[in-house]
C-alpha cells in the first residue's frame, strides 16, 4: 500500500499532506505555521519586518525547525511514518539559500541527536534568504538585460523577462554587495532544493520545475545557460547545483529522519519543485488542454504547454512542468482588489454582485467595457493605474458590476493567447470562484466549460502526486481521479451566442487598451 508525503515549504508555513494511493485518500494534514508556531522568530508573515529598498528575506533556519516540528507532529499523529514510500515537496518560487562549501558533508552526515537548525547554522554564507516578494534587484535586472543583448532575449532563453524577484537578479545583487561572503559561498539552493537537501540528506539538484523560475536556465537545453550566467556573476555555474527532471530520484531519505522520526531508510525522496508547478499537478492540469485560473488577492492563470513558447511581451513565465514539457505563470495584479472595490463603491453584498449585476445586464454589456486596473498592473504593464470606462455611467451598477468582470476575464483570454494552448475546460479556484455569476462570465469569456475545484493545499498535494508518480510508478490519470475531481454538479457551460459577441467585444476592448495606454509591445 504505498503511503506517499507531500511537503509544502510556503512563504508562512510548511505543511504535509499524506496520501493513501490505494483507497484514493487523504490520510493526513499537518501544518506548522511561522507566525503562529514559531514566534520567536519575529515573522509573523514568513519574513523579517521592515526590509528596506525593496528587500524582503526570511529565515532559512525557521523553514528547518518548522520541518522539524512538522515531523514530531507527524508521529504523534495517527500516520504511521515507517510506511511512507516516498516524499517530494514543493517551495515559495525564487527564494534562495546561501552556503558554503561543507554544507555538502555536513548535510550527509546529520547527527540526530542535535537540531537541524544548529547543523546547518554555520555553513550559511548570507544569514538570511531574499525571498519572491522582494524588489530590491531593479538595477541588476537592468544590467542582466542590457548584457545579454536585451529583455526579448533574457525571455526567449529563460522564459521570463529578468524580474525582480527571480533568483539571478537576487544572486547578482548579493555577489555585488557582500563580495566576502560571495567568495565564501560554495552552493546556492533554492527554497525547494535546500529543503530536499535536508530530507535526502545530500546536496541535491534543482529540477527544472523551480529552475526555470531563476532567470539562469535555458528552457530549451534545460541547463543552465552560459550566457545568461555570465551576465549574472562570471563564474556561476560553480556555485549552483545542476539543473535536473523534477522526477529525478534524489535518494532515500536522510539517516537524521529514519533515527528521529522512524522513517523507513528505503524512503525515497523525489526532487523537490516550485509551489506553483506543484500547484499545477495538484489541481489536476498537467496535462495540455487544462487551463486554470484561481482568483485571489491576484489572480493568476496557468496551464500545462507542450513546447517552450514564450511571452513576446514579457508579462507571462514559463516554468518546467514537473510531469514534462513547460508550464505557463500569468499573474494579473487587479483581481479580487479591484473587485472588491466596485463592490464596495456600489454599496452591494457578495450575494448581490451577481444578482444586481450580471442577472440586469446582457453579456457583452451592449458595448459597454472597462480596463479594470484599479491599482498598477503587470499583464499588461501599467504603471499609471487608471480605470478607464467606455459607454458606463455610474448611475447604473449593474452595468458597472458586468464591465469589471468582463475587463478581467478579456484581459486574461487576451494575454494568454501566446500559450498556444486551446483550452477544453477552465478548473476555477480561489475565494471569487463561488461565484455562480463570477464562474459562468468566464466559461462564456473564453467560449469553454468551467468546472470548480476547492483543493486546499494543491502545492503539497501536488508534490505528494508526484512522488508517488517519479516514485511508486502509480499512473498519473489514476491519482487525478481520485485526488483532483471538480466539484459535483460545479461545472458550467458559456451562455448562448456568446462566441460572436465576446469577439466583438474583445476588439473593442484591446483597441480601448491601446487607446488609453501607451503600451510598449502589445
Ligand atoms: C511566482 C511567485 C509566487 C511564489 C510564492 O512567480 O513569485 O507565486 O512562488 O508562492
Redesign the pocket.
Known amino acids: 500500500m504505498p503511503t506517499v508525503l507531500g511537503l509544502d515549504s ?2 508562512q508555513s510548511v505543511s504535509a499532506v499524506v496520501l493513501d494511493t490505494d483507497s484514493g485518500s487523504i490520510i493526513h494534514e499537518e501544518t506548522v505555521s511561522f507566525g503562529g508556531d514559531l514566534p520567536d522568530y519575529g515573522q509573523p508573515s514568513g519574513f523579517i519586518p521592515g526590509g528596506e529598498g525593496g528587500e524582503v528575506h526570511s529565515d532559512p533556519l525557521m523553514w528547518l525547525d518548522a520541518l522539524e516540528l512538522l515531523f514530531e507532529r507527524l508521529s504523534a499523529s495517527e500516520v504511521n511514518l515507517g510506511e511512507i514510500a516516498a516524499i517530494a515537496g514543493s517551495g ?3 527564494g534562495s539559500v546561501y552556503l558554503d562549501e561543507g554544507f555538502a558533508d555536513t548535510v550527509r552526515n546529520l547527527d540526530a541527536n542535535r537540531t537541524l537548525k544548529s547543523q546547518v547554522l554555520s555553513h550559511l554564507t548570507r544569514q538570511t534568504a531574499p525571498i ?1 516578494m522582494d524588489t530590491a534587484t531593479s538595477e541588476e535586472c537592468a544590467e542582466i538585460a542590457r548584457a545579454v543583448g536585451g529583455n526579448a532575449e533574457v525571455c526567449s532563453r529563460s522564459g521570463s523577462i529578468a524580474i525582480e ?1 527571480f533568483t539571478g537578479p537576487q544572486i547578482r545583487r548579493f555577489a555585488k554587495l557582500h563580495v566576502d561572503a560571495w567568495e565564501l559561498t560554495g552552493v546556492i539552493h533554492l527554497v525547494s532544493s535546500f529543503m530536499a537537501s535536508i530530507l535526502a540528506g545530500r546536496s541535491v539538484p534543482i529540477d527544472h520545475g523551480d529552475g526555470a ?1 531563476m532567470n539562469l536556465l535555458n528552457l530549451a537545453s534545460g541547463d543552465w545557460d552560459d550566457t545568461l550566467l555570465d551576465a549574472t556573476v562570471p563564474g556561476l555555474r560553480e556555485k549552483l547545483p545542476p539543473a535536473q527532471a523534477s522526477s529525478t530520484i534524489a535518494g532515500t531519505v536522510s539517516s537524521f529522519f529514519v533515527e528521529k522520526y522512524g522513517l523507513s531508510a528505503d524512503c525515497e525522496v523525489v526532487l523537490f519543485s ?3 508547478p506543484c500547484s499545477l499537478v495538484g489541481m489536476g492540469a498537467s496535462r495540455p488542454g487544462k487551463v486554470v485560473i484561481s482568483l485571489g488577492t491576484s489572480d ?1 492563470l496557468f496551464a500545462a504547454m507542450p513546447e517552450p513558447r514564450t511571452d513576446p511581451n514579457g508579462y507571462g ?1 514559463v516554468f518546467g512542468n514537473p510531469l514534462g514539457g513547460f508550464m505557463s ?1 500569468i ?1 494579473f495584479l487587479n483581481g479580487s482588489l479591484a473587485r472588491e472595490r466596485v463592490k464596495e463603491d456600489l454599496g452591494l453584498e457578495w450575494a448581490d454582485f451577481d444578482r444586481e449585476g450580471l442577472a440586469k445586464t446582457p453579456i457583452g454589456n451592449e458595448g459597454r467595457l472597462m480596463l479594470p486596473f484599479f491599482g498598477p498592473e503587470i499583464t499588461p504593464r501599467v504603471e499609471s493605474s487608471g480605470v478607464v470606462s467606455v459607454g458606463l455611467d455610474s448611475a447604473e451598477p449593474a452595468a458597472v458590476v458586468r464591465a469589471v468582470l468582463e475587463g478581467q476575464f478579456l484581459n486574461m483570454k487576451v494575454h494568454a493567447r501566446w500559450l498556444g494552448v486551446d483550452p477544453e475546460t477552465i478548473y476555477l479556484t480561489g475565494g471569487a470562484s463561488r461565484n455562480d455569476g463570477i464562474a459562468q462570465t468566464v466559461a462564456s469569456v473564453f467560449g469553454v466549460p468551467v468546472s470548480r475545484l476547492s483543493v486546499t493545499g494543491s502545492a503539497a498535494l501536488g508534490a505528494a502526486m508526484r512522488a508517488a508518480e517519479a516514485s511508486c510508478g502509480i499512473p498519473l490519470e489514476e491519482l487525478e481521479a481520485s485526488f483532483c475531481q471538480p466539484e459535483p454538479g460545479s461545472t458550467v457551460t458559456p451562455e448562448e451566442g456568446a462566441g460572436d459577441i465576446y469577439n466583438d467585444l474583445e476588439q473593442k476592448w484591446v483597441s480601448a487598451l491601446h487607446e488609453a495606454f501607451s503600451l510598449t509591445n502589445d
Open positions: 510556503s512563504t515559495q518560487q525564487h519572491w524577484r523560475g516550485g509551489d506553483n493568476t513565465h505563470l499573474c
